[in-house]
């Protein structure tokens, strides 16, 4: 071999090692490459994961179907809703569903609170197939079946589909209220508009159908959506139009009011239905069911309620059931049963029919008429002063001194409405009394409340407890609605920057819908 090629191959053999396979003498030796740890795995409380920004990605790539509730430990509604997540969890675990729950503490993972535009808490989001970048938002009931039924409408279908004769006959025995799309194609794009309302509407059941033999034996001959229930006539019917095709908006609102009994009694399962019925006139019959004098006078009622269909929802209250946050709402007390109330939920104005108006069919219908009509002007609420109003470090305000202290050019007046059955509202109280005793020396700020089940201003309708709202001193009648954290300390900075907080953060949406208690579906968030 040549002498001068023998320190060159040497040279080669050392770098790279014989036939490539490992150092040469003398030779680095080569480090072997990196293990990496491996992916946190997210941990779980009561059967939710518990989410951070290190390992939402993660879970969203293993589940396809992830139900995140971002929340604060401070948020009374939070506190309320988690052990029916919990329980919603544990529901669809037993059924080895797809869908998962999961939670984001807000304030603790500020990133994902920004990314996701979390303004409010509770604050819930759908994400599907690992999209992060456009989760739906989470609209359906806040107790622990509700959730279930929302995700299991989502992850596998929304309506039966109906072969033959005993298929349907057997989806109708099972619930008092069922609706079955007849459609001749099953491709046609109304079918996706009736099966997307068919998500959300979690209180119905949702049947589907090609099948002629089905068309023929319900005496169809056309795109027909059919209501199916156990009470009043039995069945209403909704032809799809051929030219304009099925509108979500229209048949919705045909469903929510046909799946409504004529007359509906008040309690606590029935009211959530009577406020989403988005039907804005209500006619309330406060009788006592324990009289057979007042439970006769239901026939007439019930008499009189067909024509008002879909335009006045006819309503019994049982005073002598726990129902005294409706009668205090409408200024009645028990005796005074029985007797009848009509309202409009949108504007809380309210009407009554003559003293001593009889409750028969006839006088029914011409009080509607009548007050439909604006034949009747409304009643207003209104408490007496009492006398030591200003002697407590709360002031308590009524119908009768709300514009002299509210409108008082030379003080910073802060309010606080609400409802003595209302828990939010017991839940903040004491917050409220310490931010009155720490501003009592001061000349120019007054803390005062307002009970608005009894006292009604025209000017400041409260559509939900506790409403803030803040009335900085001078002229031009300003008022500020409050939408801060319910604790002293933001209470202050707000007070102490004139009437804004020093930075915008997520806070609950404030209180309970009435004339509901609190817990009752109507109630959303820390709205609910």
């Known amino acids: 071999m040549d002498g001068q090629l023998l320190p060159v191959l040497l040279l080669l053999l050392g770098a790279s090692g014989l036939w490539g396979q490992g150092p040469g003498p003398g030779g680095p030796l080569e480090e072997p490459p990196e293990e990496q740890p491996p992916e946190e795995q997210p941990p779980e409380e009561d059967g939710v994961l518990v989410l951070s920004r290190q390992t939402l990605g993660q879970a969203l790539q293993e589940h396809p179907a992830l139900l995140v509730e971002f929340y604060a430990p401070w948020c009374g509604h939070c506190r309320a ?127 589907l159908t090609d099948r002629p033999q089905l068309f023929q034996k319900f005496g169809l001959t056309k795109d027909t959506v059919v209501l199916f229930k156990k009470f009043d006539e039995g069945r209403a019917d909704f032809p799809v139009d051929k030219e304009l095709g099925l509108d979500q908006g229209d048949l919705s609102r045909f469903l929510l009011t046909h799946s409504m009994r004529l007359v509906t009694e008040y309690n606590s399962e029935t009211s959530s239905k009577i ?17 057979d004098a007042h439970r006769e006078l239901l026939a007439g009622f019930r008499e009189a309620a067909p024509p008002f269909r879909g335009q006045v929802l006819f309503v019994v209250v049982d005073v002598s059931a726990d129902n005294d946050h409706v009668l205090q709402y409408f200024g009645l007390e028990a005796r005074e049963a029985p007797t009848l109330r009509f309202i409009n939920v949108e504007t809380t104005k309210k009407y009554a029919p003559e003293p001593g108006a009889l409750v028969t069919a006839a006088a029914v219908t011409d009080f509607c008429r009548v007050v439909l009509g604006g034949g009747v002007k409304p009643y207003r609420l209104s408490q007496e002063v009492p006398p030591d109003w200003d002697q407590r470090p709360v002031k308590t305000l009524v119908g009768k001194n709300f514009e002299q202290v509210a409108f008082d050019e030379t003080k910073n007046v802060f309010i606080k409405f609400y409802a003595p059955w209302c828990t939010h509202c017991k839940e903040m109280a004491p917050a409220w009394e310490e931010l009155a005793e720490k501003y009592r020396d001061h000349e120019d700020i007054v803390i005062a409340e307002l009970d608005a089940t009894a006292n009604e201003l025209e000017a400041f309708p409260v559509h939900g407890f506790p409403t803030l709202k803040y009335f900085p001193a001078g002229p031009g009648r300003k008022v500020i609605d409050y939408k801060g954290a319910r604790d002293l300390e933001t209470f202050s900075k707000f007070l102490d920057s004139g009437g804004e907080l020093p930075t915008e953060e997520p806070v609950e949406v404030p209180g309970a819908a009435f004339p509901e208690k609190p817990g009752n579906a109507t109630e959303p968030r820390d709205e609910l």
């Not at 006959?169 to 079918?191: C, K």
């Not at 006139?281 to 006592?288: M, T």
């Open 81 to 207: 809703l988690a052990p029916e997540y919990s329980k919603a969890a544990a529901l669809l675990a037993a059924e080895s569903a797809r869908a998962r729950l999961a939670k984001v503490d807000g304030p603790a993972e500020p990133e994902l609170a920004e990314e996701f535009a979390v303004t409010e808490y509770p604050t819930l989001k759908f994400f599907r197939d690992g999209n992060r970048t456009h989760p739906e938002e989470y609209t359906g009931p806040r107790e622990a079946e509700g959730i279930a039924e929302w995700l299991r409408r989502r992850v596998g279908p929304s309506a039966r589909q109906l072969e033959h004769e005993e298929d349907a006959r057997a989806l109708m025995d099972a619930r008092d209220v069922v609706v079955v799309g007849f459609f001749q194609d099953l491709q046609d794009r109304d079918v996706a508009t009736f099966l997307g309302l068919a998500q959300d509407a979690l209180d119905m059941t949702f049947g």
């Open 275 to 291: 406020f989403a019925a988005r039907i804005l006139n209500h006619l309330l019959l406060f009788i006592n069911q324990t009289l």
